[in-house]
């Protein structure tokens, strides 16, 4: 299940990682620098998973970590309980969102898949809020539903707001922490200023509408990844700025209430297809040192940025 077509069934015009070929690895103040190993004749694949794997694919040993929330998270689970609960890591898209576009799809191989007993999974937030998943999972929601679940008032904001990405956002958020849910970092000013970031350009920033259309069934899906955003820009404020973490995630929360989760039990040689620009998606779990897991992940930065609500959306929904 390697090769350098990956995903060009989804979109012929693509050939770069989702993060730009051999990217990841070189940019080591990223925070998914830790996570993922650049299959050498195939850049568009990446290796990932737990442990440690030897003489694959041109890899002699690759030292795989399984994101673990306590490098990431505020809070965290006592280490006590660490095999027994879980925590999503971060929710997310797969995508740059800098320069590149959001790729259209993700593949995700279980070449080696641990075994074990399920986790507990806790999300801390005063709700109360569990959820019993596989051991390792990986755990998907719909963004349509993300949308279909905001109130009428929402929906209007929702419609008429744009989202500004950071420069180099993996390297921007690295200071930063999570909330507990993993759905977006905690609003206390510890992003990386952007003086200190790597050489970035004002053109290559990303600023994309909060709801993406789906091409092929029109459906609008509330498609943000909450730990990168930078500003957001809603018509129509007098001055068409603002930055408001807080208000992104009181509109995602809802949907990754436990009903709507689904969380993958991989087995191996499993294939995992998704639509990236329709789903968030996270790591879960957490592994002792001897479990192996290992993963190929490809996805291909997409030949054009998603289209956002038709001016009939708008006047549907504002």
């Known amino acids: 299940?390697?090769?350098?077509?990956?995903?060009?069934?989804?979109?012929?015009?693509?050939?770069?990682?989702?993060?730009?070929?051999?990217k990841t690895g070189n940019t080591k103040k990223s925070i998914l620098h830790p996570d993922l190993k650049t299959i050498p004749r195939v850049p568009q694949v990446q290796l990932i998973g737990n442990g440690v794997v030897y003489d694959h694919?041109?890899?002699?040993?690759?030292?795989l970590k399984h994101p673990h929330h306590r490098t990431f998270h505020k809070t965290v689970i006592p280490e006590a309980d660490d095999l027994k609960y879980t925590?999503?890591?971060?929710?997310?898209?797969?995508?740059?969102?800098?320069?590149l576009s959001p790729p259209r799809v993700t593949t995700l191989y279980g070449l080696k898949v641990p075994t074990g007993e399920p986790q507990t999974?806790?999300?801390?937030?005063?709700?109360?809020?569990?959820?019993?998943?596989?051991?390792?999972?990986?755990?998907?929601?719909?963004?349509?539903?993300?949308?279909?679940?905001?109130?009428?008032?929402?929906?209007?904001?929702?419609?008429?707001?744009?989202?500004?990405?950071?420069?180099?956002?993996?390297v921007w958020m690295a200071p930063a922490?999570?909330?507990?849910?993993?759905?977006?970092?905690?609003?206390?000013g510890l992003e990386l200023p952007l003086s200190e970031l790597p050489e970035w350009e004002d053109s290559k920033i990303?600023?994309?509408?909060?709801?993406?259309?789906?091409?092929?069934?029109?459906?609008?899906?509330y498609q943000v990844h909450p730990s990168a955003v930078y500003e957001l820009y809603i018509t129509p404020i007098p001055d068409g700025k603002r930055e408001d973490a807080d208000l992104v995630?009181?509109?995602?929360?809802?949907?990754?209430?436990?009903?709507?989760?689904?969380?993958?039990?991989?087995?191996?040689?499993?294939?995992?297809?998704?639509?990236?620009?329709?789903?968030?998606?996270?790591?879960?779990?957490?592994?002792?040192?001897?479990?192996?897991?290992?993963?190929?992940?490809?996805?291909?930065?997409?030949?054009?940025?998603?289209a956002g609500p038709s001016e009939e959306d708008v006047a549907k929904w504002a």
């Open 57 to 63: 694919e041109g890899l002699a040993e690759a030292k």
């Open 87 to 99: 925590r999503f890591y971060r929710w997310h898209i797969d995508a740059a969102l800098y320069n």
């Open 206 to 221: 990303k600023i994309f509408p909060m709801l993406w259309k789906n091409p092929d069934t029109g459906e609008l899906h």
């Open 121 to 170: 999974l806790r999300y801390d937030d005063g709700t109360g809020d569990e959820l019993r998943v596989p051991l390792g999972t990986t755990a998907f929601i719909s963004t349509r539903t993300t949308f279909n679940l905001l109130p009428k008032n929402l929906k209007s904001l929702a419609v008429r707001t744009r989202v500004k990405y950071a420069p180099h956002p993996y």
């Open 177 to 188: 922490k999570s909330r507990s849910t993993g759905l977006g970092i905690e609003s206390e």
């Open 249 to 306: 995630y009181e509109l995602q929360r809802p949907s990754i209430s436990p009903e709507f989760v689904y969380p993958h039990d991989w087995s191996e040689n499993d294939l995992v297809l998704f639509h990236n620009r329709g789903v968030l998606h996270t790591v879960v779990g957490a592994f002792r040192e001897d479990q192996i897991r290992a993963f190929h992940q490809c996805n291909l930065a997409a030949s054009a940025d998603p």
């Open 1 to 22: 299940m390697l090769g350098n077509n990956c995903g060009l069934g989804f979109d012929p015009q693509s050939e770069n990682y989702g993060h730009g070929n051999n």
